[in-house]
């Protein structure tokens, strides 16, 4: 197994989540920004899905055709690269992040540029595709408006839709009049944060980038094996412009974005774009088959990315996370990531998603606090559009986090000693009773106004951030046993 530095997708030295969702909280103004967002993009995703009177028979259908591809994952990609090669590209296999690189940085490298513009890739961020070229001298310049917030801001995304979600448009004003101009053209003077002027202003800055870049990278939604074609998904347009005039096209992909045919895809752009923008369709959807001389780049290079993903595959319960098509609509439903934002969890894929995908990716012992970044609520699994079981993943892996736990000598929590205690508590009526009888003695003393604030000893954690009822002075079965028991 690859370690976490080569496979990339956490932010090495973050603290875990409930650290960080704890200063998280204490931002009030990330929550109010978090809070008008997530609550705008998740009524007009309710409202789009209700006017489809097969919405649910669409989710049905996408969770089939994703769990099938998974199946036969091997002779998808195979028939993908065969696919790709026939029409005049080049596929290459990336094992991990710094495969992936190298791969990418020699192609740039081969063409004699220094630059490249970017439309907006998960699967780069997964990697730090950007630091790698950097180190090589080559500067990467993100064209998604949200993604140039971001690396104007030296920051991180903390969405997967919406990066810049953790910022209003007053501060994006003041990063734009402050950091545009270190990066290319600067903002015009007198730019106010109307969402207007600040589309204008990046429209700007990014138009001469695109007329003069020679070499493109991508993202991929999807790939079709059948025909080799790939797709991408966005709404701004510089994706088109990515496309279409640089020279030359390097696309990184993760291996688990294939689909056997075109009526698969079909599918999935009803889906996505209803569950990710609350859009019928995309403004913007582009596809593109090899090379075509005198129409697009002459150069296609599609790097298939693996990074940990035939591990998950391997887990017949965890591998359900890889039918994620990146929508974004279990973020937007969470009730934790509105409260925490995506930074809390140290991780390129944030939310409900990326508390199941990410320790699979990495191996759960280097992202063990995220199955536990969750309330259990099911929000997540109603709203994903390819029905991933999200709060099952959780628990199971969380069993994982403790099983890895014991393999490493690790002692019992002093919650699993408790609930050990508790099995035999309740595996016993006379012990049960007696422990009742205990705890509604305990509890009346410990109360103070009706409530028990703080609950001694191990048990502190469960009351940390809510009061405890104060138990009652007879049990049901003890008031059973009085008034009904023979009668």
């Known amino acids: 197994m690859n370690s976490p530095g080569e496979r990339g997708v956490v932010w090495l030295g973050s603290p875990s989540f409930p650290d960080a969702a704890r200063e998280a909280l204490g931002n009030t103004r990330l929550r109010a920004n978090l809070k008008r967002a997530t609550t705008v993009i998740r009524d007009k995703r309710l409202a789009v899905a209700s006017e489809l009177d097969d919405w649910e028979a669409l989710r049905t259908a996408a969770d089939a055709i994703k769990t099938r591809t998974l199946r036969h994952l091997d002779h998808h990609l195979l028939r993908l690269e065969e696919s790709v090669t026939e029409a005049g590209g080049i596929v290459h296999w990336a094992a991990d992040a710094a495969e992936a690189n190298r791969i990418v940085t020699e192609l740039v490298r081969a063409t004699g540029e220094r630059e490249v513009v970017k439309v907006k890739s998960m699967a780069t961020q997964e990697i730090g595709l950007n630091e790698a070229l950097a180190e090589a001298g080559i500067t990467a310049y993100e064209t998604d408006l949200a993604e140039l917030i971001v690396q104007l801001g030296d920051d991180r995304p903390s969405h997967i839709l919406v990066p810049a979600i953790h910022r209003n448009r007053t501060e ?165 990531f509105e409260r925490t934002g995506g930074h809390a969890y140290g991780s390129v894929y944030p939310g409900p998603i990326g508390a199941v995908l990410t320790p699979q990716l990495v191996g759960v012992d280097h992202a063990a606090s995220l199955p536990f970044a969750s309330t259990l609520c099911g929000a997540c699994y109603e709203a994903c559009p390819v029905k991933i079981d999200i709060p099952k993943l959780l628990v199971h892996l969380r069993s994982e986090v403790v099983k890895a736990r014991r393999a490493a000598g690790g002692l019992p929590t002093g919650e699993a000693l408790a609930m050990k205690a508790a099995a035999t508590v309740l595996d016993s009526p006379a012990l049960l009773a007696a422990a009742q009888r205990a705890a509604s003695l305990g509890g009346r003393a410990l109360a103070r106004g009706g409530r028990i604030g703080r609950l001694p000893g191990p048990l502190s954690g469960w009351s940390a951030d809510r009061d405890t009822p104060v138990p009652p002075a007879e049990s049901f079965r003890a008031w059973w046993r009085r008034n009904r028991e023979g009668k």
């Open 172 to 336: 994006i004003r003041e990063l734009f009049a402050e950091r545009m101009g270190a990066w290319g053209q600067p903002a015009p003077e007198g730019l106010t944060d109307d969402p207007a002027a600040l589309a204008e202003a990046a429209r700007r800055h990014l138009r001469e980038k695109f007329l003069r870049a020679k070499v493109a990278v991508s993202g991929a939604n999807f790939a079709v094996a059948d025909t080799g074609t790939v797709v991408v998904l966005e709404s701004e347009g510089n994706g088109r412009m990515c496309l279409t005039l640089p020279e030359t096209l390097i696309t990184v992909m993760g291996i688990e974005k294939v689909v056997p045919g075109w009526a698969d895809l079909e599918v999935f752009l009803q889906l996505l774009p209803r569950s990710s923008t609350g859009e019928r369709m995309n403004p913007y959807t582009s596809t593109w088959t090899g090379t075509t001389e005198s129409d697009g780049p002459s150069a296609f290079h599609l790097v298939l990315l693996d990074n940990g993903r035939t591990d998950t595959l391997a887990d017949t319960v965890g591998r359900q996370a890889l039918a994620c098509i990146r929508c974004s609509a279990c973020l937007n439903v969470c009730p934790v």
